[in-house]
């Protein structure tokens, strides 16, 4: 996945430009090309869900510090959102796949339990931007939104197939969330790079080989939000694991947290949560203009 961030911070697809922001970039890539969701059902019967408290660990220390492509001095902090996470489609591609989209982020909505994650129609109330185009454009898209110098750094480093990147400000919170999605390579495709571009850009930013069970890892592709990585986010999105904690102080917390999370995952797919009723947020600005539109990790 690629990460952007502010300028002067982290670089990973999306960012706000903010003072001593970091810019973290991730990229995706290549997703399987031609596929139907015979293979997401094919992978999800075959989906291994009991893992150990050491699996999990080292998975989220793995995935949730590191980033793939920093423009700044690198840091190991948690980074996520403490405020409601609103997403605004920008569809310049077909098929036309906002509806997709929306059932996509009501998935993790219920999968995550402390997020508040809805869809708006409201460009100016969103924190997390999506921009869905041709496979072609993807690259144009790119430049347009980094600029034609951390572009092609983004491209020699990552080769990306889709993109994601957050923004942050000093104290790790995240500000701002953008995802680049090309729409056209497949159903497959399509649903493999949107659920984990959305994820990262939720602030599970890095990419692991070493880590065999997760979507944040090149060689693995889902699809849908598997078990594992529902572990994951939930383990990030506890209250009490907060921005800017470092990685001894979550290994304080996880003894505690873990139980917590082990009980959410397993009720919500003991239950079966479907994504039939997408949320959307029509109320307006949850948070403050952040300036202007520099990505960061």
């Not at 508040?116 to 869905?132: E, G, H, I, K, Y």
């Amino acid at each position: 996945m690629l990460y952007r961030g502010l300028q002067n911070s982290i670089i990973s697809p999306a960012g706000v430009v903010l003072a001593a922001v970091a810019i973290m970039v991730g990229g995706t890539l290549c997703c399987a090309a031609q596929a139907d969701n015979a293979d997401i059902s094919m992978r999800r019967a075959s989906e291994r869900t009991s893992f150990s408290d050491a699996e999990i660990k080292d998975g989220f220390f793995k995935t949730g510090f590191h980033a793939e492509l920093q423009f700044d001095r690198r840091s190991e902090r948690i980074r996520k959102f403490d405020e409601p996470v609103r997403v605004f489609v920008i569809s310049r591609g077909a098929p036309d796949r906002r509806a997709e989209i929306a059932t996509i982020i009501a998935d993790i909505h219920a999968h995550v339990d402390h997020l508040d994650l809805a869809m708006t129609d409201d460009r100016q109330a969103a924190n997390f931007v999506v921009t869905l185009v041709q496979s072609r454009d993807l690259a144009r898209t790119i430049r347009a939104h980094y600029g034609a110098d951390k572009a092609k750094q983004i491209q020699q480093s990552l080769h990306p197939q889709c993109l994601s990147g957050i923004g942050k400000d000093q104290s790790f919170r995240i500000r701002r969330a953008e995802a680049i999605l090309p729409v056209d390579a497949g159903e497959f495709a399509f649903y493999d790079c949107a659920y984990e571009e959305l994820l990262q850009g939720l602030g599970v930013i890095n990419d692991d080989d070493s880590v065999p069970w997760t979507m944040f890892n090149d060689n693995v592709q889902m699809g849908f939000f598997d078990v594992y990585d529902q572990y994951l986010l939930n383990i990030l999105y506890d209250p009490r694991v907060r921005p800017g904690m470092t990685k001894g102080d979550v290994a304080k917390l996880l003894p505690d947290v873990l139980p917590t999370v082990r009980a959410w995952v397993a009720d919500g797919n003991s239950r079966g949560m479907a994504a039939t009723n997408p949320p959307t947020d029509r109320s307006g600005p949850h948070s403050p203009a952040l300036g202007d539109r520099s990505r960061n990790n």
